[in-house]
């Protein structure tokens, strides 16, 4: 399995999450303490998204983790 494959169901959430909340890339980035590249490099499969991570990006996105958790696990 790639990163880009292991990264699909997080990366496609958190990009709808961003859409329906009318959020930029840059603007979660800042929130969840990354650069715009690393956020970035996250959402294009380049960087894997860790558990670690999650945290980070349910809080920037004003989520729980598990709401990101969820729709990943349906993708599946």
């Known amino acids: 399995m790639t990163i ?5 169901p997080l990366a ?12 930029q890339e840059k603007e ?16 294009n499969g380049q960087k894997l998204i860790r558990a670690c991570d999650i945290p ?3 809080y920037a996105l004003k989520v729980t983790a598990n709401e990101i958790y ?3 696990k349906k993708s599946r």
């Open 4 to 8: 880009a494959q292991a990264n699909t």
């Open 12 to 23: 496609q959430e958190i990009r709808k999450l961003m859409e329906k909340k009318g959020l």
């Open 28 to 43: 979660i980035a800042e929130k969840a303490g990354y650069t715009s590249k690393e956020l970035s490099d996250m959402l």
């Open 56 to 58: 980070r990006l349910a």
């Open 70 to 72: 969820e729709t990943g």
